[in-house]
């Protein structure tokens, strides 16, 4: 049977259908809905951790107990996992460990590019690399008879272009009791397998090295992971991932060797494929990984001289790519320019499945298929707009998000701002722009610590770290520690809005919420931060600007570290926060200032230079109207005119 | 290879995965192989977004390369604009005529919605057709039925039979919302589209 699945939703199908016992994993984009859909098999247990280094090593326990477990994050979240990723390649598996670990190509939501292929390599652990949504199912679901067989975790390393495709997907049978109980061989006591000190590592060592030997041995062979789709034309592709669909539609003739089970590469199988073919070329996003191994073996190959190294591929620079290939001396005939099969070319005959008579007798032109086909009409010289230049549309935090008011405080006092990473980075863009850095999940603390040491009283005394109430989880109070360890005097601001909010609004610690919505212990962060021995902790309300400057300057002013925790919940989390009345401006007292403008909400227009309100938008936060000097914005006849605190009977909600 | 692609665009929230997880599922019921790229994260807090959406016999990939897309469907005017070259030279932009402005930064005037971009549109789309499915949406009392109103406008293009589209309509609504959405596919699909926008 088939179903339209998204990818991750794929791998958690496939899990299941492996019988996997827990999913646990730290939220990510692009990897974030494995669990999500994960979590609606009921015989699942399925837990968000504070961080992947806690999730790997659940999932170790997992895997101990004798029970798969399946373990999901984004490629950097496995920087954070890498500790214990390294060591359990020694320590090996008792039930399956499969770890989802979800690259971004593009950076589309991630702040660098990482190919996480080398993990696999660095650390000797098997990789799978599904093509689609359908393998991810079906890969998930063996890799985790894969890892039994060979006893290693199994990085299953997927890319955005999978995790957020969705596509038919032929499914596997549901998991039976006799299944689950076979994958679930209970726990063995094994000291010099499990205890990594010295001497027993020392032992596990060799034995990673003869379970790769098998593992190469296997992939050499394997017709399942790696398939050669033999072609027409002597031209040979061997291509992984993603890359593969981009390969098939740009030469549907030449033989493809694709590889499925990316580490151990199987090089045997490279080569005896090279040998079928009178051209062989490499086909993959990001780093030249296969590639630097296919010229290793000294097997004359060509590929990343083709192709861009950053960002993602698709068809227009796969076919780029050939079509330099078939003009750099390559006389191969089944590369000329003219026969690469292109989905830009029009076939108005081959009636499109899918469309109407009238629409395929329409076709292309002559000249629309060699417009199409050249990849310098992708270019903005050429495009159709002819210089027109469309306003770019970047995301922003929602109307009436609490960030806004500190973001908004940040800018006008000055502040040097460590950020870190949530909805909250977006106020480093425009008109926001009150964010110096933002270097990874947790870094905020630590960076002010550090540069707060050296910068002279007055700079020490305008910086702040900002971080999220999930990041601070995440991986922030060490360096909360270390900050009152040292006599920091440094201001941490602690941004709760009560879910892991930029990825849809996951619970965290500090929900109170488990997976499932059901109610968990809360972690209390104000009463944690003075546990551990900060002094000066206060809780305050973004939306009131006047209490938040205030708390700012005293806090900034103390020669102690402080802690400000900022309380606002996320609008998108559980159950909705209630909305107030939007706000209303008068034009004839606007002084066309712009200062409303530059809280940059989506909610403020600008029309014929003046402020307008979406009143469907604008959630009543009166952020707006408190930067409004004028005050011409105004809620309910309110414009905060005769005080500047404002009491909850003034305001409805 | 014959792929038919057909590229969504609109703001963040507008309901254009649902949109295009419909015609998926409608291409799905006909028999077709059907592969979609989608968008998630940080680009859903009111940016722009695309969803990709291929069929055909067997579909390798899932992103629809620079000129090739039969159809845009674009919920918003300037998304429509930011996509139109996607459209093959006989491509077919249907358009909701609704201006969402970007966030603003300034008062000053050159941050104000693209003035004349309605002749831009018609300058440079191969083929247009206004859909104000907005209007009819309002009409019918719910603002949410923008994209079902939208995906009836495609259809009438399309060689999927009927059917499958109230197929994929019902799987994806719940049976309180599928008589309004069912309407408002059908309101859709026999519309008097504009040639200039109201
Ligand atoms: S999702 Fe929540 S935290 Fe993020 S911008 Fe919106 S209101 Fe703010
Ligand atoms: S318009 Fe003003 S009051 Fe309304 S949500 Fe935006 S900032 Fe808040």
């Known amino acids: 049977m088939k179903a339209l699945l998204l990818g991750n939703a794929a791998v958690a199908r496939g899990a299941w259908e492996a019988s996997v016992a827990m999913g646990c994993g730290y939220p990510g984009t692009p990897s974030t809905e494995i669990l999500e859909h994960l979590g609606r098999y009921k015989d699942v247990l399925v837990q968000w951790a504070p961080n992947e280094k806690v999730a790997y090593e659940v999932a170790m326990g997992v895997s101990l107990s004798g029970h798969r477990a399946l373990v999901t994050m984004k490629h950097v979240g496995l920087n954070v996992a890498a500790d214990p990723f390294f060591s359990s390649s020694y320590m090996g598996v008792n039930g399956g460990l499969v770890v989802a670990c979800a690259d971004d190509p593009g950076m589309h939501s991630s702040q660098d590019e990482q190919d996480n292929r080398h993990f696999a390599r660095a650390a000797r652990v098997l990789m799978v690399e599904p093509a689609d949504a359908a393998e991810a199912r079906w890969m998930t679901a063996a890799a985790f008879s894969l890892s039994e067989r060979f006893d290693t975790p199994v990085l299953l390393r997927l890319t955005t272009r999978v995790c957020h495709q969705t596509a038919l997907v032929e499914l596997g049978d549901p998991p039976t009791a006799d299944a689950a109980n076979a994958a679930g061989h209970g726990y063995r006591k094994n000291i010099a397998k499990n205890v990594l000190l010295p001497g027993h590592a020392r032992q596990r060592r060799l034995v990673v090295e003869e379970r790769m030997a098998a593992a190469t041995a296997f992939s050499n062979e394997s017709d399942l992971w790696n398939p050669v789709h033999r072609g027409t034309s002597s031209v040979g592709v061997v291509t992984s991932g993603v890359a593969f669909g981009y390969v098939r539609e740009v030469l549907p003739d030449a033989s493809v060797l694709k590889i499925g089970l990316s580490y151990p590469i199987p090089i045997a199988r490279i080569r005896s494929f090279a040998a079928t073919v009178e051209r062989l070329y490499v086909m993959e996003e990001l780093d030249p990984f296969l590639e630097d191994a296919i010229r290793a073996a000294g097997i004359p190959v060509e590929g990343s001289s083709l192709r861009p190294f950053c960002g993602e591929l698709n068809l227009t620079l796969v076919e780029a790519a050939f079509r330099k290939a078939s003009e750099h001396g390559c006389t191969n005939a089944s590369l000329d320019a003219e026969s690469v099969a292109t989905p830009l070319e029009a076939s108005p005959d081959a009636a499109t499945p899918g469309a109407s008579p009238d629409a395929a007798t329409r076709g292309a032109s002559a000249d629309a298929a060699t417009r199409g086909a050249s990849p310098e009409a992708a270019s903005p010289a050429a495009s159709p707009l002819g210089g027109t230049e469309v306003p770019p549309r970047p995301p922003t935090l929602c109307p009436g998000c609490g960030h806004r008011g500190m973001f908004s405080l940040f800018r006008e006092m000055k502040l040097r701002v460590m950020g870190d990473i949530g909805c909250y980075t977006l106020g480093a863009l425009k008109p926001l722009a009150a964010m110096d850095a933002c270097l990874c999940m947790g870094a905020s603390i630590g960076m002010a610590h550090g540069l707060t040491r050296f910068a002279s009283p007055e700079d020490s005394s305008r910086t702040v770290a900002v971080i999220g109430d999930s990041t601070f989880f995440h991986s922030g109070i060490p360096s909360l520690l270390d900050m009152i360890v040292h006599g920091s005097n440094a201001t941490v601001v602690i941004l709760d809005n009560r879910w892991t909010a930029m990825t849809g609004a996951q619970p965290n610690p500090g929900t109170g919420l488990d997976v499932n919505g059901k109610p968990a212990p809360r972690f209390d962060i104000p009463g944690v931060c003075r546990a551990l021995g900060v002094r000066r902790v206060r809780e305050i309300d973004p939306y009131q600007l006047e209490e938040c400057r205030q708390a700012l300057e005293e806090e900034l002013a103390a020669p102690e570290v402080s802690v400000i925790v900022s309380y606002k919940p996320c609008l998108l989390g559980t159950p909705r926060p209630a909305i107030a009345p939007a706000v209303t401006i008068d034009l004839d007292a606007c002084d066309r200032c712009g200062a409303c403008i530059r809280v940059g909400c989506m909610a403020l227009h600008e029309h014929d230079g003046y402020p307008t309100v979406d009143s469907a938008l604008c959630t009543g936060c009166q952020i707006c109207l408190q930067v409004c000097e004028p005050h011409a914005i105004s809620v309910n006849g309110f414009t905060g005119q005769t005080s500047s605190s404002r009491t909850s009977t003034e305001v409805p909600t | ?198």
Request: aromatic share 4%; with cysteine.
């Open chain 2, 1 to 198: 290879m014959s792929i038919l692609n057909v590229l969504f665009c609109g703001v963040g929230g507008q309901g254009i995965l649902t949109s295009s997880r419909i015609l998926a599922l409608a291409a799905m019921h006909a028999g077709l192989d059907v592969k979609m790229s989608e968008v998630h994260g940080m680009a859903q807090r009111g940016g722009n977004v695309d969803t990709h959406v291929r069929i055909g016999e067997s579909v390798p990939s899932s992103l629809i390369a620079k000129e090739t897309a039969h159809y845009l469907v674009a919920f918003e005017k300037l998304e429509a604009l930011r996509n139109i070259d996607f459209l093959r030279p006989d491509g077919l932009a249907i358009v909701c005529p609704l201006e969402i402005p970007p966030l603003a930064l300034s008062l000053k005037r050159n941050h104000s919605y693209l003035p004349h971009i309605d002749d831009i549109l018609k300058r440079t789309a191969p083929r247009l057709e206004w859909v104000d499915a907005e209007a009819i949406a309002r009409q019918m009392g719910d603002r949410r039925l923008v994209n079902v109103i939208l995906l009836g406008a495609l259809a009438r293009h399309l060689d999927i039979s009927t059917e499958h589209w109230k197929q994929a309509i019902r799987d994806r609504f719940s049976p309180a919302a599928q008589a309004a959405c069912l309407d408002a596919f059908e309101k859709g699909a026999t519309h008097d589209h504009m040639c200039t926008p109201a």
